[in-house]
C-alpha cells in the first residue's frame, strides 16, 4: 500500500508563490511514475506534472510550463511542487498521485492507483 500526504495549500495573491509537498510512504516501487493533479469547482480533474522517479524525467502542461517546478527529495520520500507567478486560474484542489508501472498516459488521472486527499490553492487576483 502507498500513501501520499500533501501540504503547502494556502490563500495568495496574484503573482505570489507557493511550494507544495506530497509525502511518500509505503511499498518501494509502487510509486514510480508521479504526478500532480488539479480540480477546480465544477471542473474535472487537470494534469499539472508528472515525474518519471527511475528517470528523474518530468513533464508539465502547457498551462503550467516555465512557472511551475517538480522536484523530489528522495531522502525525505517528498515530492515537491514549486508553484511561481500564480494565476487566479491556478485556483483548484492540488492532489499528487502516484503509480507503479510507466504510461505514456501520464496525463490521465485513471491512470493512476494511489491519490492524497488534497491541498487547498486559493489566488486572488
Known amino acids: 500500500q502507498v500513501q501520499l500526504v500533501e501540504s503547502g495549500g494556502g490563500l495568495v495573491q496574484a503573482g505570489d508563490s507557493l511550494r507544495l509537498s506530497c509525502v511518500i510512504s509505503?511499498?518501494?516501487?509502487?510509486?514510480?511514475?508521479m504526478a500532480w493533479f488539479r480540480q477546480a469547482p465544477e471542473s474535472d480533474r487537470e494534469f499539472v506534472a508528472a515525474?518519471?522517479?527511475?528517470?528523474?524525467?518530468?513533464n508539465y502542461a502547457d498551462a503550467v510550463k516555465g512557472r511551475f517546478s517538480l522536484t523530489l527529495d528522495r531522502t525525505k520520500s517528498t515530492m515537491y511542487l514549486q508553484m511561481n507567478g500564480l494565476k487566479s486560474e491556478d485556483t483548484a484542489e492540488y492532489h499528487c498521485?502516484?503509480?507503479?508501472?510507466?504510461?505514456?498516459?501520464?496525463?490521465?488521472?485513471?491512470?493512476?492507483?494511489?491519490w492524497g486527499q488534497g491541498t487547498s490553492v486559493t489566488v486572488s487576483s
Open positions: 498521485a502516484a503509480t507503479s508501472h510507466y504510461t505514456p498516459n501520464y496525463q490521465s488521472p485513471d491512470e493512476y492507483q494511489y
Open positions: 509505503g511499498r518501494p516501487g509502487a510509486n514510480n511514475f
Open positions: 515525474m518519471y522517479r527511475p528517470g528523474g524525467v518530468t
